[in-house]
């Protein structure tokens, strides 16, 4: 069991990690916009004008 | 159905009857209004970015009629404007942009990837939420004008931002939440981890050092979480001290705070448990409710910036050295502008020299444009019609009457409603109570129990906050307002959804609101052969301008107008003046005379004939129509479907009045209203105990709008009315009044169900804690769930149709 006192700083150090990484990406703005994302991936930048006759 | 009912596929705005203009998108003819929509939209269709028709939310009002020319923009290619709008490395610039209009996620995916294609744009980030575009490009490749161009070209309203307007309050606040709430978060799945180490140990035994290990990591996680994550929840709760109203923040604080001493005490001496999960879980839960609520909170539109949108990014400041464009920003009282016909007026000011006609609408709403000359005052977001104006500023930014109306209207879509305060005002006591009873609940424990009462305090302290009844109601306003929102209605009055709810009558207005308040001359019969269709709408918009009446807006004109003298106004019938010695009269078929007659000579069920006359010879008819709002008959039929009893208020004469009304089947109607005369109406129907609902667009009636109930209006009325409406309708339809209606019910009901439900889980939840069967990790769990319920149960609302 000893091996939990390696183990659980390590994974307190994973834990700063995430934390400084998480408030990097939020000051740098990857999280201001919480709604265009999650329909980003059903728009296609590489759509050409004559290629859709759908409606 | 009306041939003009026909509406522009990129912008939605009616199509004026002698524009024939189409679009080919994706193989089908569209019709546009104009040739602005007509570029914007081929633009969108050639980059291949069709998708947006069928993508965004809805049309936007506004969109689509560009600034015509790209020169506008090159002002900010100077060494100055860059210096005052950008952040300038050694080869980039970067800056931040708000773009009016923009409202939906398929705008900031056009945006962003039209801009993406810019040679030498090197990122582009937009977000709709604040309606703020960051974007970052090589100096060598890209100019700052391209990149406003670009957007101007596809009709939204670019305006760069001086980099202390940059940032949205919100957006700080958002991205402080979202840390906080992270930090609660990772901080409790931690320590849940440990949490279960020690649990097992309760039960099957551990080694007093591994114990020890554990809670002390248990420790060094759930500080942040106490110091960081839940520092609000302390902060409120001091301020309420200091103010002696504590709200539902004083017993979480204490909880949080006594928990986390005791465990701390605990991990250092060894003692018997330590709560440090129930910490985390809670501070988690409370901080997961309050990001939720912030959320809603934020999602209503952006209003006082897209206004400031309305003045122009530029100025033309007169200097001893000549002249200079600079930024209205910085401008100052006492500065010499000059402004150009066609021109926005970018501050508040007085006219030093020349003569100009403006058009106030968007202050007042009042369309006609309006004489000023030497002397007058301008006020800024007005627009300049016709002369060349040298201003002295007097005022500018946030001072002016447009900063000051947007301000207004800003307050009171802050005002919190009058329930939620008495809510607040009722946790206040609760909390006082609960400290009472947590109090007792502590000495009779300590006497019985010594060793048991600190855990069973924490558990009543824990189980029994409020916090389900306080976010009952604000979790279901947050949720009806930003649901309410995506159907294009902007609640601006926190009072409103409750006021709705409870209507008995709704009253319309005619002009504006019924109909689209734009008439329009749509047949021109001369009878005269001396005199062209041109010269009779000349003599017809001089003569005109002396009336207020809704239909001599289709009148006007900004060429230069014959000069009338003895200008008289008949109030409901008509005008009468004299140009170069001829006597004309303007007006309804008997007040001109002649054997004018419009009996069934009128195509169109909705068109008033008006007629011209010259001493007593017909000169001109003219077909001036107000179109009907699309769904009108819907929306009149739904509203009685409700059980609401409908009107009509009218300042037309009785037949146009008494027309409109049975055709839409409307029994009760009253025209040749004053405001004065409609505001004793809804008084009276008040007095009988009615509910009013006016939806009306505040065009020179803004004092009735305050008068009713409630009062819903459309988004192109006056600046002045929305600051008196408490809803606002974006878009042309009419639905949107029986929606908000049917939404206020529902949103009123499930109000109710909170509250009820938050009073009968503290009642019962209480007394269980006090006996000591509850422990603080079921009292954490208990209390979480309770608001939860509250929460979800309120965001059933952001599914209603």
Redesign the interface.
Known sequence: ?SI??VL??L??LL?GG??WA??WA??S?Q??????P???I????????DD???? | MTKGAETCFHCALPIPTDCNLNVDI??EQRPVCCPGCKAVAELI???????YYS?RDAPDPGVGRPPAETAEWQVFDSEDMLAAFADQSRDHAETTIYVGGMYC??C??LIE?TLGKLQGVESV??????HRL?VRWRLADARFSSILAALAQLGYQPQPLAPENATRPE?IE??VA??RL??AS?GMM?VMM?AVGLYAGEFQGI?PD?QH??RL?SF??TTPVVFYAARPFFAAAWRGLIARKPGMDLPVSIAVGSAYAASVYATFTNGEAVWFDSVTMFVFFLTLGRFLEM?ARHRSIDRSAALSAKLPNTATRIEAEGVAVVPVSQLIAGDLVKIRAGDAIPADGVIESGNTSVDEALLTGEARPQPKSRGDLIAAGSVNLDGLVEMRVTRTGGDTTLGTISRLSERARYTRPAFVTIADRVASYIVIALLGVATIVAAYWYFMAPERAFVITLSVLVVTCPCALALATPAAFAAAGSRLSQLRLLVTNGNAIEALSRGTTVMFDKTGTLTRGMPEITSVIVFDSSMTEHDCRLIAAALETASAHPLAKAFAMSASLPKVSRQHVEVGQGVSGTIDGRNWRIGSAQFVGGGASGEGNSVNMTATSVFLAVDGHLVAWFDVEDELRPDVAATLSDINRLGLRTALLSGDNRNAVEELATRLGIEEFYFECTPQRKLEIIEAAQGNGERVVMVGDGINDAPVLAGADTSIAPAHGALLAQTSADVIMLGDSLLPVTTAIRMSGKTMRIVRQNLAWAIVYNTLALPLAAAGLVPPWLAAIGMSASSLIVVLNALRLSRFN
């Open positions: 069991m939990l006192y659980i700083p994974a307190l834990l995430a934390v998480f408030f939020v000051g703005g999280f201001d916009d919480l709604d265009t999650a329909v980003r059903i728009m296609d930048d590489d759509k050409k004008p859709g006759d759908a409606a | 994706e193989g269709r050639d980059s291949g970015m069709s998708l993508l996620a398929a900031s995916w990837t980030d937009v977000s709709p939420v604040t960051r957006l958002q991205r979202l840390k992270l930090v990772l931690q440990f080694d591994m290990f554990l990591v060094v996680v959320r």
